[in-house]
């Protein structure tokens, strides 16, 4: 069955750096857009950044551009966020999703709180 499943979240300090990695199966991973997601307490799910089928440049929120990184590989079937600076409003529950046409799939989030 089609799998996504986050890890790299933790606790890190103001300034900090942390890398998330989400490992894809049951599905044709080079086919699908891949993404991450986030939703802080209390607010909506938001779009943080997004990578084409071909790993061509990313696109981000203007909140994360220059701090995070998007990417992917597709051998391995999985998607990465580097993400450095990381500010306490970066803190929230990060999602990876597969989409392909009107089909998408997540995963069950993985939390990253930034915190002194």
């Known amino acids: 069955q089609v799998q996504l499943v986050e890890s790299g979240g933790g606790l890190v300090e103001p300034g900090g750096s942390l890398r998330l990695s989400c490992a894809a199966s049951?599905?044709?991973?080079?086919?699908?857009?891949m993404s991450w997601h986030r939703q802080a307490p209390g607010k909506e799910r938001e779009s943080v950044a997004s990578?084409?089928?071909?790993?061509?440049?990313?696109n981000y929120a203007d909140s994360v551009k220059g701090r995070f990184t998007i990417s992917r590989d597709n051998a391995k079937n999985s998607q990465y966020l580097q993400m450095n600076s990381l500010k306490p409003e970066d803190t929230a529950v990060y999602y990876c999703?597969?989409?392909?046409?009107?089909?998408?799939?997540w995963g069950q989030g993985t939390q990253v709180t930034v915190s002194s």
């Open positions: 990578i084409s089928t071909l790993s061509y440049a990313g």
């Open positions: 999703k597969a989409t392909r046409g009107s089909i998408s799939y």
């Open positions: 049951g599905f044709t991973f080079s086919s699908y857009v």
